[in-house]
């Protein structure tokens, strides 16, 4: 599982932890890295929803405060839940992976490029 410690990370900017046998949910906390730029959690065995510290909804509400993130990686998952509108607010984001998930809804509009 994803530690609860790497929140405390704030000065982090990437953060890959994908393509491993990682297990549990993904920590709110990790919504309290506001310096990070990329993010991959992609092709492990996470499941749950995405921490609302890290979106607002199902994917957490606090990811809409990552905003100058410009790589999510969520592709590849046992990810449940709505897609959140807060992601809406991730502007810098270039790279943006939901599928291959168990995830609902609509990308943000104002993702749309």
């Known amino acids: 599982s994803i530690p609860t410690e790497m929140g405390r990370l704030t000065g982090l900017t990437e953060l890959f932890l994908h393509s491993n046998k990682l ?4 920590p ?6 506001l310096s990070i730029n ?3 959690v992609d092709r492990t065995d996470l499941t ?3 921490p609302r510290e ?4 199902s994917i957490p509400t606090e990811m809409g405060r990552l905003t100058g993130l410009t790589e999510l990686f ?14 809406g607010k991730l502007l810098s984001i270039n790279h943006l992976r939901v599928d291959r ?11 749309e490029q």
């Not at 297990?23 to 993904?26: E, Q, R, S």
């Open 23 to 26: 297990t549990g949910a993904i």
């Open 28 to 33: 709110s906390e990790l919504g309290k890295l």
């Open 38 to 40: 990329h993010l991959r």
């Open 48 to 50: 749950g929803m995405i």
């Open 54 to 57: 890290l979106e607002q909804q």
């Open 74 to 87: 969520l592709h590849s998952n046992k990810l449940t839940g709505a897609i959140p509108s807060e992601l």
């Open 101 to 111: 998930t168990d995830l609902t809804g609509m990308i943000p509009r104002e993702l």
